[in-house]
Nanobody, 117 residues
Framework: QVQLVESGGGLVQSGGSLRLSCAAS???????ISWWRQRPGKPRELVAS??????????DAVQGRFTVSRDNTQSSQYLVYLQMNSLKPEDTAVYYC?????????WGQGTQVTVSS
């Protein structure tokens, strides 16, 4: 079964932190996993990615505040995290993880992050 399941969203005050988790099927261990977000009234945008070799990229808006990491030691799933620090109200969005395998994009259901001012 091919799936990605996000968790860890919630309500946090400005300046606070949250850690999102993406539990992906093991076939994604050889894929790039990306975190995207969709803010109210805005198109979906790329936040961060982690490649199968551990390399990472970040959007300018989150560089220095967000960190993407992974746990590829488990045999039953592939875990990818998004540590979000110094959160701002403009980080309020639904956050999705996405992976590409066998030429197809797979998306999780999303997790809501709300940052109050």
């Amino acid at each position: 079964q091919v799936q990605l399941v996000e968790s860890g969203g919630g309500l946090v005050q400005s300046g606070g932190s949250l850690r999102l988790s993406c539990a992906a099927s093991v076939r994604f261990k050889m894929s790039t996993i990306s975190w995207w977000r969709q803010r109210p009234g805005k198109p979906r945008e790329l936040v961060a990615s982690i490649r199968s070799d551990g390399g990472t990229i970040y959007a300018d808006a989150v560089q220095g505040r967000f960190t993407v990491s992974r746990d590829n030691t488990q045999s039953s799933q592939y875990l990818v995290y998004l540590q979000m620090n110094s959160l701002k109200p403009e980080d309020t969005a639904v956050y999705y993880c996405m992976g590409v395998t066998f030429g197809n994009d797979y998306w999780g259901q999303g997790t809501q992050v709300t940052v109050s001012s």
